[in-house]
C-alpha cells in the first residue's frame, strides 16, 4: 500500500496541525483559568459571564468583522488574529508576576482573546473550500472535529497536572507559544484567494454586510437551519460553562473529576469526527443531525436525574454528548461551505456566529442564575427536555428537509477522487 498526499490535503492538514497545537495550549489555559475562578468564586454565575465574554465579539461584531474577512487576504487575517491572542496572553501573564489575577482582569483579557477568535473562526471556516474539494468538505469536517477534540482530550489532564504545579502565568505562557505556531504553520502555506464576483464602483461597508445576509436569506433552507442551531444553542451553550461546576460541586469532585468529564466528552468527540471523516458521504444529513441533537438532548436529561453518587454514569453520558457534536457541528458547517459562493463565507459565517452568539448571553445569564438557585443538576435536565424538543424541528420544517433534496440526485463518486491513503 502506498501512501499519496495531494497538494490541498498537505496544505490542508498543515494549517490544521497548527491550530491542533494552538487548541491545546488554548484548552489548557481556559481549563486552567475555569479552576482558578470556581476554586476563587465558586459561582456558576461567575463561569457564565466568562463564557459569555467569549462570545460577546461575535455577537457584537460578527457582521462587520465579516466583510473584512472577506475583503482582506483570509491567510494574513488568521495570523493577525493569532498574533492578538498572542499579546492579550503576554498581558495577562505580565499582570500575574506582580499581583494575583482579579477577576475583572481576566474578563476583561477573555474579551480581548475572543476578539482575535472571532476574526480567526470564519475566516478559517471561509479558507477551507479553497482548498478541500467540495465532495469531500463533510469528510474534512470530520477531521477537523477529531483534530479539535485530541486537542480536548489532552488539555484537561495536562491543565490539571499544571495548576496544581505551576503558577497560573506560567501556563499562560505556553498558551502564547501555541498562538505563535499556529501563526507560523499558516505563513508556511499557499492559500488560493476567492475571487469576488464582480466589483462595481466603490465598496460599500454596509453594502457588502446586506450581500452576505442576502447569501444566506436566499438559501432558505440554510436560513431555517440556522434559527433552528440558534435555539439549540441558547440551551446548549450556558451548559457548556457548567460541567466543571456539575463534577466539583454536585458530584463533590476535584479538578481531576472536572478533567475526567472533559476526557470523555472530548472522546466522544474524536470517535464522532473520526467516523464522520472515514464515512463522509452520508446523504441524509438532515436526519443525521437531528439524531444528534436528540441523544444530546437525552443525555443532559440523563445527567440530571443523577444522584450526587452517579458521576461514572455522568461520564458515560458526557461521553455520548461529546459522540453527538460532530455529527451536528461539522455536517452544518459542510452545508454551509457547500452551499454557499467562497467570496461569501467570511460574512456568511460570521453572520451565522453572530446570529448564535446573540441568543447565548441571555441563556448564559439565565443559567448561571437559574443554577445556583434551583441547582445545577435540575438545570441539566430542563436543558435536555428543552433540546429533546428542538431536535424534532430539524424534521418538521419543510425547507430544512429538503436540504439535501439536489445533493443526493446527483451526489459525485467519491471514488474518483485521490484518498488520504490508496491501495
Known sequence: MTIKITKWKRTFFTIWAGQAISLITSAILQMAIIFY??????SALVLSIASLVGFLPYALLGPAIGVLVDRYDRKLVMMGADLIIALAGTVLAFIALFMELPVWIIMVVLFIRSIGSA???????????????????????????????ISYI?????????????????????????ALVA??????????KAEPEQESGERNFIGEMKEGFMALRENKGLFALLLVGTLYMFVYMPINALYPLMSMDYFLGTPMHASIAEIAFASGMLAGGLFLGLLGGFKKRIVLMTASILLMGLSLAVSGLLSVNGFAIFVLCCLLMGLSVPFYSGVQTALFQEKIKPEYLGRVFSLTG??????????????????????????????????????????????????????????????????????
Open 354 to 423: 453572530s446570529i448564535t452568539s446573540l441568543a447565548m448571553p441571555l441563556g448564559l445569564i439565565l443559567s448561571g442564575a437559574f443554577a445556583d438557585r434551583i441547582g445545577v443538576e435540575r438545570w441539566f435536565l430542563l436543558s435536555g427536555i428543552l433540546i429533546i424538543c428542538i431536535a424534532s424541528l430539524c424534521l418538521l420544517v419543510p425547507s430544512v428537509r429538503k436540504l439535501d433534496a439536489r445533493e443526493n440526485s446527483k451526489a459525485p463518486d467519491d471514488n474518483k477522487e485521490q484518498g488520504l491513503m490508496e491501495p
Open 183 to 192: 501563526c507560523v504553520t499558516v505563513g508556511f502555506v499557499h492559500i488560493p
Open 154 to 178: 489532552l488539555s484537561p489532564v495536562v491543565a490539571a497536572f499544571l495548576y496544581a504545579v505551576w503558577r497560573l502565568n506560567a501556563i499562560i505562557a505556553i498558551d502564547i507559544a501555541g
Open 37 to 42: 475562578l470556581t476554586e476563587k468564586t465558586g
Open 119 to 149: 476574526f480567526h473562526t470564519p475566516a478559517l471556516g471561509a479558507v477551507t473550500p479553497v482548498i478541500v474539494p467540495k465532495e469531500k468538505l463533510t469528510r474534512y469536517a470530520g477531521y477537523s472535529q477529531s483534530l479539535q477534540s
